[in-house]
C-alpha cells in the first residue's frame, strides 16, 4: 500500500491561545461643553489627529466676558470700602487710647472691617469663577486622539447639560484589545503575566492570514464570569499604522507558553479507536505496526506526544485507510514533502551570481 510518512521529530513548541477580539480606544472621552451660550466657531477637521489643550469649539465669550468686569468692579469696590474702614479703625484705636470714645464704638468698627474682610473673600471668589467660565468658552481637548464626526453646529446653543457631546475623541495610539479565555487557561496565562517578560498577543484578521499588529498581554479582570466560565483580559498594541479601529473585531493569538524538547508529530497521523489513540509507524523493513500513544497539546497542526513514540520513528500520515499491523508499505512523499522539494529544486535551478555558491547538487530521486 502506497503510503506517506513524517518522522517524530524532538523539538520546542510554542503554544497559542486563540480569542475573538474587540478593538477598544485606550481612552475615550465625550467633549461636552462646561458653560451655556451660543457656539460661534469649531475649528478642527473631522476625523483628524489632536494634542490635548488643542481648542476644538469656541463658545461666544462677551457675556463671561461682561460677567467678569462686573465681578472686578465689585471687587474693586469693596476693596476700597476695607480700606477706609481699616483707616477709621485705627483713628478708633487711638481715640479710645485717650478715653474719647466708647468701647463699643470701637467693636463697631472693628466688627465692620472683618464684615468687609469677608466681603472682598466672596469678591475674589467670584472673580476667580468668572475667569474660570470665561476660559471655559475655550472647549480644548482633554487627550491626545483623533476625533469623529462633529456633532454640533456652529451657531446652536450649547449647555453644560446636553446629552449630546460636540465631539468624541478617542484615543488610538496605543489602542487597546479585550478579549476572553476559558477559565481552565487562567492558570498558564497568570504565571506567565507575573513574569518578567512580557506575554506577546497578535491581533490577526478575520481568515486569520494577516497579522494585523503586535502587541503584549497588558492584564487580565479580576473575576471570571459565572455565565460564561471566561474571564476578560486586555493587550495593549502600539498601533503606529492605525490597522486597529475601535470596535473592530479581530482574532487574537496569545503566545501561552513553550513547550521545550517534546516530541511532536504531524496532527493527521492520530487515529482513534476503540483502545485509544492511535498511529501506524513504519518499521525498519517499511512494514505497518499499529501503535497507541498518549497525545498532549496541539498547535499548528503538529501534536504532541507524551508515551508510546520515539524521536526519528517514521509515522504514517497519508494512506492509513487500509492499514493493519504487517502490512508492506511502498513510501512515497506526502504534498507537502513535495511541495517543499519542488522550491528545493527551483531554488537550486535559479541564476546564481558568480561565485556565490557551490555546484549544482543532482535532485533527482530514484525510483
Do not use: M
Not at 473575576?223 to 498601533?239: H, M, P, Y
Amino acid at each position: 500500500i502506497t503510503v506517506s510518512v513524517a518522522p517524530v521529530a524532538k523539538g520546542d513548541l510554542p503554544v497559542h491561545y486563540h480569542a475573538l477580539g474587540t478593538v477598544t480606544a485606550y481612552n475615550t472621552v465625550n467633549v461636552r461643553a462646561r458653560v451655556s451660550g451660543q457656539l460661534v466657531k469649531v475649528p478642527f477637521q473631522e476625523g483628524q489627529q489632536v494634542k490635548a489643550g488643542d481648542v476644538l469649539a469656541v463658545i461666544d465669550p462677551r457675556p463671561f466676558q461682561a460677567a467678569l468686569d462686573q465681578a472686578v468692579g465689585t471687587l474693586q469696590q469693596n476693596q476700597a470700602q476695607l480700606k477706609n474702614a481699616q483707616i477709621d479703625l485705627a483713628r478708633y484705636k487711638g481715640l479710645y487710647a485717650e478715653d474719647s470714645i466708647a468701647k463699643q464704638t470701637l467693636d463697631t468698627q472693628e466688627a465692620l472691617v472683618r464684615q468687609y474682610e469677608g466681603t472682598l473673600r466672596t469678591n475674589q471668589g467670584q472673580v476667580d469663577d468668572a475667569k474660570l467660565n470665561l476660559e471655559f468658552t475655550q472647549v480644548r481637548a482633554p487627550i491626545s486622539g483623533r476625533v469623529g464626526l462633529r456633532q454640533v453646529d456652529v451657531g446652536n446653543l450649547v449647555t453644560s447639560g446636553d446629552t449630546t457631546p460636540l465631539v468624541v475623541i478617542t484615543q488610538v495610539k496605543p489602542i487597546s484589545v479585550v478579549f476572553s479565555l476559558p477559565q481552565q487557561q487562567l492558570g498558564t496565562v497568570a504565571r506567565q503575566l507575573s513574569g518578567s517578560q512580557p506575554v506577546p498577543v497578535e491581533a490577526l484578521d478575520r481568515n486569520q492570514n494577516l497579522t494585523l499588529a503586535s502587541g503584549v498581554l497588558k492584564t487580565l479582570d479580576n473575576q471570571i464570569d459565572t455565565t460564561t466560565g471566561t474571564v476578560k483580559l486586555k493587550a495593549v498594541f502600539e498601533n503606529a499604522d492605525q490597522k486597529l479601529f475601535p470596535n473592530q473585531f479581530v482574532n487574537v493569538r496569545l503566545l501561552a507558553e513553550t513547550l521545550h524538547g517534546v516530541l511532536t508529530i504531524p496532527a493527521n497521523a492520530v487515529q482513534r479507536g476503540n483502545d485509544g489513540t492511535y498511529v501506524y509507524i513504519a518499521d525498519a523493513g517499511n512494514k505497518a505496526k499499529r501503535q497507541l500513544v498518549s497525545l498532549g497539546t496541539s498547535e499548528n497542526e503538529r501534536v504532541v506526544i507524551t508515551e508510546g513514540l520515539k524521536e526519528g520513528q517514521r509515522v504514517v500520515v497519508e494512506g492509513t485507510d487500509r492499514l493493519r499491523d504487517g502490512t508492506l508499505l511502498h513510501i512515497v512523499a506526502s504534498d507537502e514533502q513535495a511541495r517543499a522539494a519542488a522550491t528545493e529544486e527551483g531554488e537550486a535551478a535559479s541564476p546564481k551570481p558568480f561565485g556565490s555558491g557551490s555546484p549544482a547538487q543532482d535532485s533527482g530521486k530514484s525510483e
